[in-house]
């Protein structure tokens, strides 16, 4: 399910390997309600983006894989050289499979849990966004589209997260010809629980993006503690909550916050 923000509030490496075929658990759309925190002093059209469902489930896929870490393929020109470098092929860009960045991992209750964001890339035909929407499917993903001929041109991604062997959840998701790039302190955030789907599960777990100049992101809970999610570092910070770049998404970083048992997300802003 997808909702725009009815106010037109503002919202705008690692590769990882899951694998997307040989799948087995499935991937869920976020419960109901999911609470979001939209801040920022420009106006501009309202985006989609992913709202929870309690009963909504999309196609099995994105099982629990071991998340490996691989470096981003780049390309680089030859300045010197008249010779034209030939196109990037639909691989390279990352049409058939994602570019994936894992946020964060910890260990909850004894099972373990993941954050990640995956970036795919926008089609060129007709042809490439067809093979590129059956391989959503097969992953238990659902575009912000209504048919495969509209992911031409467009990038697509989606923030997730996995708890021990359950279904994987779809936290925010979107489709868009251009990406709108934060600034200042723009915030976009959901938030989701962290273990187990229930209708009575406390939402411990906020996902969302920031500005790439943003320094600091404050998330504040119902008890009324609060915690600081920083820039991870060059050497990275190694902890639960933080900010990171994400591979292949421009507009901005996204951090993670995750709360303390026993209380829930209240909101979140730019701190620093």
Known sequence: MMSADRENHDMTQTDIALLLADAADEVEIGIAPVQAVIRGGRRRKARRWAVAAATALVLAGSTGATLAFAGLPGEHADRGTSVASRPASAEERHVYAPQRTELARGTERGKEWRVWVEVWGAPRDTREAVRQFDAMRRAGLRPAVDKAADLVGRTSYFSMRSYGDGRSLV??????????????????AAAVPLEEVRPTAPERLVVGHVAKTAREVTCRWKDGSSTVAPLEGPAGHGGTSLIRPVAGYPGGNWFVCIAPQGTAYQDAEVTR
């Open 171 to 188: 936290v925010m998701f979107d489709t868009h010809r251009r990406v709108d790039r934060l600034s200042g302190t723009d915030l976009m």
